[in-house]
T-cell receptor, first 114, second 113 residues
Framework: AQSVTQLGSHVSVSEGALVLLRCNYSSSVPPYLFWYVQYPNQGLQLLLKYTTGATLVKGINGFEAEFKKSETSFHLTKPSAHMSDAAEYFCAVTRNTGFQKLVFGTGTRLLVSP | DTAVSQTPKYLVTQMGNDKSIKCEQNLGHDTMYWYKQDSKKFLKIMFSYNNKELIINETVPNRFSPKSPDKAHLNLHINSLELGDSAVYFC????????????FGEGSRLTVL
């Protein structure tokens, strides 16, 4: 079975500061990993994903994440926060074979102050 | 031109009633899903259909019955609604059952009084 732990239900940064949202996963088989963003009263939008290949993946809106198997981590970063980045961020994991179902973390709310 | 559309967006109803939520995707995807997001924002899969065939059925009360008339549509019917059913229900689709990158609808907020 797969699971995801997102450390910190809330993260606050100043505009222009580094954004770091933490995600650790547990999986008995090689995982596929995802980050999604949810703006208020909207559905989830895929930011980026890791399936195979390069462990540093780049996504939309300047976000990137690095798959670190030794640390079972997939942290999300952005060099410079923008006010429009304020949203809820979800890390998710699935296995890489068979019928897949995404298992989500509990989410991290990113707050960006001027 | 919405990729995954759900109706209605809001539902307010009394306990014991029956309600349905409809979902349609125009992406040509083979696989569709229903997820439930509770008041703490926790997202959990309920069902998944691949080419109209049920492939994932989590531990969901049998008051919840999904139906997929074709691969572009996945509806959710809920019988005998309970207070605990209040949540946001999200429909999603992916190209195939490998689920690499789900496209979500905007959600249907169900409130049971």
């Amino acid at each position: 079975a797969q699971s995801v732990t997102q450390l910190g239900s809330h993260v606050s940064v100043s505009e222009g500061a580094l954004v770091l949202l933490r995600c650790n996963y547990s999986s008995s088989v090689p995982p596929y990993l995802f980050w999604y963003v949810q703006y208020p009263n909207q559905g989830l939008q895929l930011l980026l994903k890791y399936t195979t290949g390069a462990t540093l993946v780049k996504g939309i809106n300047g976000f990137e994440a690095e798959f670190k198997k030794s640390e079972t981590s997939f942290h999300l970063t952005k060099p410079s926060a923008h006010m429009s980045d304020a949203a809820e961020y979800f890390c998710a994991v699935t296995r890489n074979t068979g019928f897949q179902k995404l298992v989500f973390g509990t989410g991290t709310r990113l707050l960006v102050s001027p | 031109d919405t990729a995954v559309s759900q109706t209605p967006k809001y539902l307010v109803t009394q306990m014991g009633n029956d309600k349905s939520i409809k979902c349609e995707q125009n992406l040509g995807h083979d696989t569709m899903y229903w997820y439930k997001q509770d008041s703490k924002k926790f997202l959990k899969i309920m069902f998944s259909y691949n080419n109209k065939e049920l492939i994932i059925n989590e531990t969901v009360p049998n008051r919840f019955s999904p139906k997929s008339p074709d691969k572009a549509h996945l509806n959710l019917h809920i019988n005998s609604l309970e207070l605990g059913d209040s949540a946001v229900y999200f429909c999603a689709s992916s190209q195939d059952y490998r689920g690499q990158g789900l496209f979500f609808g905007e959600g249907s907020r169900l409130t049971v009084l």
